[in-house]
């Protein structure tokens, strides 16, 4: 595609449910990372893959947030028994990521609120 | 710990004058800073970014200044307009490092 896509835009979900997010990457861009957006706020890193390899799960909040990228292209991202401090934007972005190329494109991101 | 520091936090321009933005970093290790733009509903995207070889970058209307002593850079937005108007987001990383750690945010409004 054209640039990072991510799927649903808005997700409203009730406190406990689980959920999941997608990000389709532009092709061919081997490093993908997501982050948490809250409200005022300056991106937060979450994790980073390089292809399939989760590299970085360091910004992950707590075990219930698991990401995936299990043919190195599309992720998810998974949150677990949604919490109301859970509600953010939640962005994709995915990088080439070489020597020459090491611009990330975001994707609009997921408006995840948790009620 | 916040590892990049940005202001001001919001921003009032009259359309013409000159936008200053500053970000300020500790982290020694840090030689890629990238300056992002995100309009309202939007993912950011990049404007333009600098490495620590160099004192300043111009691409446009937009110049990045970087102090390597201060540990400090900024972006300046000459002639600003109206279409200007979003939030900047400053942004630090090792190049091709893991991830990049942002600044909270200046929300930048340009009067016509």
């Known amino acids: 595609g054209a640039g990072v896509s991510q799927s649903p835009r808005y997700k409203v979900a009730k406190r406990g449910q689980d959920v999941a997010l997608r990000c389709d990457p532009i092709?061919?861009?081997?490093?993908l990372f997501w982050y948490q957006q809250a409200l005022g706020q300056g991106p937060e890193f979450l994790t980073y893959?390089?292809?399939?390899?989760?590299?970085?799960k360091s910004g992950l909040p707590s075990d219930r947030f698991f990401a995936e990228r299990p043919e190195g292209s599309v992720s998810t991202l998974k949150i677990q028994r949604t919490q109301q401090e859970d509600s953010a934007v939640y962005l994709c972005?995915?990088?080439?990521?070489?020597?020459?190329?090491?611009?990330?494109?975001f994707g609009q991101g997921t408006r995840l609120t948790v009620v | 710990q916040q590892q990049v520091k940005q202001s001001p936090q919001s921003l009032i321009v009259q359309k013409g004058g000159i936008s200053i933005i500053n970000c300020a970093y500790e982290?020694?290790?840090?030689?890629?800073f990238p300056w992002y733009q995100q309009f309202p509903g939007k993912g950011p995207a990049l404007l333009i970014a600098?490495?620590?070889?160099?004192s300043e970058k111009k691409e446009g209307r937009f110049t990045i200044s970087f102090n390597k002593s201060a540990k400090q850079f900024s972006l300046h937005i000459m002639d600003s307009q109206p279409g200007d108007s979003a939030t900047y987001f400053c942004?630090?990383?090792?190049?091709?490092?893991?991830?990049?750690?942002f600044g909270t945010g200046t929300s930048l409004t340009v009067i016509p």
């Open positions: 972005a995915s990088s080439l990521r070489d020597s020459l190329n090491t611009e990330a494109f």
């Open positions: 092709s061919g861009h081997v490093s």
């Open positions: 893959f390089q292809n399939e390899a989760q590299l970085d």
């Open positions: 982290n020694t290790a840090f030689d890629y």
């Open positions: 600098i490495r620590p070889d160099v």
């Open positions: 942004a630090a990383d090792v190049y091709i490092g893991n991830q990049f750690y």
